[in-house]
């Protein structure tokens, strides 16, 4: 078992005389720590980073300043087959010729511990269901996107590995398939406890598959915790709008008098330190803001039915702002029509709109 220590590492890919890019920062002083069998989930958007950071943490890429630590070694003194680190891509990277069982045992083989392979093979076939039995004869031409990701990770974990890398493996599965995949994987790490380290774009996968995630931007890393703390209480606007579905309100205003006012509403007690006039944005989601009597007035862009929520989310909008809102499924609400809406409170977020920084 493994721990991972990244100390401010970076990584900057050299600019483009030909095509005049100037170089780009794509890591950015990344600090982290793993412990032994945490799975952590990178998430953010394209471009920001999170292949290369897995990649120096496989030591596919070296990091131009930083060190990256595996239980207290320095990564660039552990020789490549000590390392004990397998990484799954989108498509398996499966070697073409051979039937999945050989390319599954291929490493045991290697090693002359032939005689391990077909426990372990059916130690994970266990595991991953009948599936993988079948899917072991075939070779990678005859394997669906999906079923090369199976025995790419079933691959990795016959290896004895400590450290397993996952690089949006699940991206070109369809959306059952996906959950599926998801569910079976998820199974397996709990039964090869290793340290894992998971990129993907998708919130879900990253909730379900993981005990920390680390959002990710332009090269740093922005916060990093469970779900529920990126999600109640985020660190800048940056992490309070990514995480999330439908994305959070945002509102802009300034400080008056210790309080929060904005343009269609306001009067919300503000830290008492913030200079007057500062411009300050209030964010709320919309679970937290419903239909009230006598409320802020809003015409109605859009109502949503969320079947599986059993609520519907209202759009609206009024002098500019738009915002969502949830309601009961019943009655119907018309578009055009106005309606009124009340937030708690309690669950308002402030931000420095200049910084992004929360500040409350
Ligand atoms: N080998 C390379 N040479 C030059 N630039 C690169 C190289 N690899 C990545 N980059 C740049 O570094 C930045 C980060 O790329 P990276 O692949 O790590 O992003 P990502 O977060 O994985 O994106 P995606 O979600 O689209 O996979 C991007 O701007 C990318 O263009
Ligand atoms: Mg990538």
């Known amino acids: 078992m493994t721990t991972i220590t990244l100390e401010h590492i970076s990584k900057r890919f050299g600019s483009d005389q030909l095509t005049n890019d100037p170089a780009i920062t794509a890591v950015d002083d990344v600090s982290l ?17 999170k292949s290369t950071l897995l990649r120096m943490i496989a030591g596919i890429h070296k990091p131009d300043s930083g060190r990256i630590l595996y239980d207290d070694v320095d990564l660039r003194d552990v020789p490549l087959r000590e390392r004990g680190i397998g990484m799954v891509f989108q498509e398996g990277a499966l070697i073409p010729h051979w039937e999945s069982r050989k390319s599954v045992g291929f490493f ?6 032939e005689e391990e392979v077909p426990e372990k093979l059916h130690q994970i076939a266990k595991i991953t ?25 079933a691959r990795a974990l016959a290896r004895d590995l400590q450290v397993l890398l996952f690089d949006e493996p699940f991206a070109n599965l369809d959306a059952k398939y996906r959950t599926e995949a998801r569910i079976e994987l998820k199974r397996l790490l709990n039964a090869f406890p290793v340290t894992s380290v998971y990129v993907t774009h998708d919130q879900v996968e990253a909730i379900a598959l993981s ?9 740093k890393i922005e916060q990093v915790g469970t779900y529920q703390q990126l999600y109640s209480s985020p660190n800048n606007i940056f992490v309070a709008s990514f995480i999330g579905s439908p994305p959070i309100n945002l509102f802009n205003g300034r400080s008056e008098n210790g309080h ?6 306001g009067g919300f007690a503000l830290r008492r330190d913030l200079p007057e006039g500062m411009l300050v944005t209030a964010a709320i ?17 859009q109502a949503i039915p969320m079947l ?23 009655p119907y609400i018309e578009r055009g029509s ?8 309690d669950e308002l977020l402030f931000f420095d709109t200049k910084t992004g920084v929360r500040i409350g």
């Not at 106005?338 to 409170?345: D, E, H, N, R, V």
């Open 285 to 301: 989601r919309a679970e937290h803001m419903h239909l009230e009597e006598g409320g802020i007035p809003g015409v109605v862009e």
């Open 33 to 49: 720590k793993l412990n032994t069998g945490d799975v952590l989930a990178i998430l953010g958007p394209s471009g920001c980073g």
């Open 308 to 330: 599986a929520e059993r609520h519907q989310l209202v759009i609206v909008h009024l002098a500019g702002e738009t915002w969502t809102l949830t309601a009961p499924l019943e």
């Open 260 to 265: 929060w006012q904005g343009e269609n509403f």
């Open 129 to 153: 269901g009948i599936g993988l039995d079948k899917l072991l004869e075939r070779r990678p031409a005859q394997l669906s996107g999906g079923e090369k990701q199976r025995i790419g990770i």
């Open 211 to 219: 005990h920390r995630i680390a959002i990710m931007r332009a090269g």
């Open 108 to 113: 045991l083989s290697l090693r002359q511990r």
């Open 338 to 345: 106005t309606i009124y809406c009340g937030l708690q409170k």
